[in-house]
């Protein structure tokens, strides 16, 4: 199974809203609405911050969202702050019954 | 708050096993779903398999003649194993919960523990 594209990097100013994109196929995010997304500060083990495409756990500030087009998810970051620097990765269920991650994307936040 | 706990070699030999523990504490393991992730040195995230809590696993395809993972409900505690084990496979090794916050199996989780590096080398 491949993993899902994301770019290598973005990057963003404190206050602005940048989006992460995350393109798969028909055969993962073009079928399912089963699309994570991590954060993962360095060192330290990922965090959940959104589930099912759009939806939040709890405990997950509102700044973070997620939605879906196509084959293309998408998480957007509004307001960012400095503490959103991370690699942030998305996941998708796919045909093969199985999870598949997105090869990440480093935000910096300038 | 549920803990997990990773342990087990730091250090393991080409061509031998990789055997990991993770230990749960402050809830008990029958109802979810154990996963093992692994992430290289510098790399991504790579989903290696669970066991589900009616004792079924799936399994990366890319690995899947080579991994084996077990749930022990009495010592409250997950297993990987791994073998023939490469340079390849060294990575932090993470065990996750699949508390079902959605759908089982689909890959939210939800409760990650620390990692523990595994580094394959003669």
């Known amino acids: 199974q491949s993993a899902l594209t994301q770019p290598a990097s973005v990057s963003g100013s404190p206050g602005q809203s940048i989006t992460i994109s995350c393109a798969g196929t028909n055969s993962d995010i073009g079928t399912y609405i089963f699309v994570s997304w991590y954060q993962q500060h360095p060192g330290k083990a990922p965090k959940l911050i959104i589930f099912?495409?759009?939806h939040r756990p709890s405990g997950v500030s509102d700044r973070f969202s997620g939605s879906k087009s196509g084959n293309t998810a998408s998480l957007t970051i509004s307001g960012l702050q400095a503490e959103d620097e991370a690699d942030y990765y998305c996941?998708?269920?796919?045909?093969?019954?199985?999870?598949?991650f997105g090869g990440g994307t480093r935000l910096t936040v300038l | 708050q549920v803990h997990l706990q990773e342990s087990g070699p730091g250090l393991v030999k080409p061509s031998e096993t990789l055997s990991l523990i993770c230990s749960v504490s402050r809830a008990p393991v029958s109802p979810y779903f154990w996963n093992w992730i692994r992430q290289p040195p510098g790399k991504g995230l790579e989903w290696l398999g669970y066991?589900?809590?009616?004792?079924?696993?799936?399994?990366n395809p890319s690995l899947k003649s080579r991994v084996a993972i077990s749930v022990d409900a009495s010592n409250n505690q997950v297993s990987l194993k791994l073998t023939s084990v490469t340079a390849a496979d060294t990575a932090v090794y993470f065990c996750?919960?699949?508390?079902?916050?959605?759908?089982f199996g689909v890959g939210a989780f939800d409760y990650w523990g620390q990692g523990i590096l595994v580094t394959v080398s003669s």
């Open positions: 099912d495409v759009s």
């Open positions: 066991m589900s809590n009616r004792g079924s696993t799936n399994y």
């Open positions: 996750a919960r699949d508390s079902g916050i959605t759908v």
């Open positions: 996941t998708s269920y796919t045909n093969n019954n199985t999870p598949v």
